[in-house]
């Protein structure tokens, strides 16, 4: 019995030794060539096989082309063509993120109910009389909100909000400035998702066209411009829209980053317009504001004032007209120089002729002078001073030596002296601006010598403009001047 089993065992095993492999048979090798040449494969099972392959091919050169480009990734991306599927979708879904978020924001009602549940919970501090609220009062207002207005208002009552405000010694912060946050939070979320809208190719940057008509589209809203009228709409637009530029797009590129416009004070300056003056304001102190309608009408005032010929530009000769041709040649030689390009405006030959003189045609177009009389009027400021110092740096090295400033205060002080003023030296004013500056190079100034003495500005002006020295070399007579006002009055 177990010689027979094993017998079958062993007959067994000895027949599996005797069939071939798959790949030894004849059949089986012919099949495979048959298939591997695809005669025997139908259309689709081709097309397929075709598109593995390309696709493997496409892998490969990928693959390679990574290797040899190292660790660098891809930093452009192209933007999709007008009117394709993928520009289609984008914009869909850029529309319903931006209407989602559009309507987690607090409107005026959901505001001004806000406002009754901070004062409604409140305690009064004995000392200041001003109204507060410790932490289980924010708690509190947070429920009350939450059933008044909604879910959307939680998120400004979070702990961390809460402690970003100044407290008391009992713990308490002021209800008025954490409500004024809000404001703002609502505020600066609006202006971005408007600004969003307008922004056709979705790179988070506008160009001038879409800057200038977010602008247009927040004139009516905005308690003192209500009254312009609708002709002027579109030049106090483009005047509004290139302060924006000139502080926003310092490198000049024509597009300005949507989260730089919204962190600047341009946007704040603009916003101020939304109040109603009760009281009588003065044309100077609406001057001060550059978006207001009094300023925008200045400037056209000026530039028409300025361009005799009325063809739209400037000449460097009507240019040294403007702040009654205080400011020296020099620097109106410079500003054509390095701000207003060549052959920029197309006018006629004989203007041409009768306006240069030399073989270099520049003229000053509207937006050039906007630039510069931004320029003059915010030296202070990081953009202007490095709108003037590209002026003043007669050699384009970077920074200013000895030389340059004997060269610019020349002309300053050839209209001091023609001004009938008194004899004065180069060579101490020199020595004056070097001892306000204290540059890190005793040989050289710099610009970041010029921003970081808190003074670019003033030497700035000293150099440019006679009317600029003058009120820098009479400034303890113009501080007592200022003093004395409020003196009489207390008298």
Partial sequence: MYSGSSDGESH??????????????????????????GAGLGSEALMELETKRIL????????????????????????????SISQRVQKL??????????????????????WNCLRENCVIDDATGAEKMNYEDFCHIASVCTEQIGPKCRRFFSPSNFMKFEK?????????????????????????????????DSDGFLQN????????????????????????????????????????????????????????NCLQELMELHQESEEEVTDTEQAENWFSLTSAQRICDMFLALDKDMSGTLCKQELKEYADGTLTDIFI??????????????????????????????????????????????????????????????????????????????????????????????????DEIWDMVKPSDPLKITLADLLGCKQGGTVASMLIDVRGFWAHDNRENLLQEEEEPPEEESQ
């Fill in 56 to 83: 493997l091919e496409i892998f490969k050169d990928k693959q390679q082309k990574s290797q040899e480009a190292g660790t660098i990734p891809s930093f452009y991306k192209k933007k999709p063509e007008e009117g």
């Fill in 333 to 430: 030689e410079r500003v054509f120089d390095e701000h207003v390009r060549r052959g920029k405006s197309v006018i006629d030959e004989q203007v041409r002729r009768d306006k240069s003189s030399s073989g270099s045609f520049r003229e000053m177009d509207f937006d050039s002078f906007l630039d510069f009389v931004l320029a003059l009027e915010n030296k202070d400021t990081p953009e202007g001073l490095t709108y003037l110092f590209r002026c003043l740096d007669l050699q384009g090295r970077g920074y200013l030596t000895t030389a340059d400033i004997h060269s610019l205060f020349r002309d300053v002080h050839q209209k001091w002296i023609e001004g009938g003023n008194y004899e004065l030296c180069i060579e101490d004013v020199r």
């Fill in 209 to 264: 066209n879409e800057m200038e008509s977010y602008i247009s589209g927040l004139i009516p809203n905005l308690a003192q411009l209500r009254d312009m009228p609708e002709a002027f709409y579109q030049m106090y637009c483009r005047i509004a829209s290139q302060k924006f530029f000139f502080f926003c797009d310092p490198h000049r590129r024509g597009r300005a980053c949507i989260k730089k416009i919204l962190l600047s």
């Fill in 93 to 114: 879904a850029k529309y319903r993120f931006l209407k989602k978020q559009s309507d987690l924001l607090l409107n005026s009602d959901d505001l001004a109910a806000m």
């Fill in 12 to 37: 067994d095993t000895s027949t599996q030794r005797k069939i071939p492999p798959a790949s030894s048979m004849l059949w089986v090798r012919n099949l495979r060539r048959y298939i591997g040449s």
């Fill in 168 to 200: 008391d010694e009992a713990g308490r912060i002021a209800i008025l400035p954490f409500y004024l946050y809000v404001m703002r939070t609502v505020s600066l979320t609006q202006a971005r998702i408007d600004m969003s809208e307008l922004d056709e």
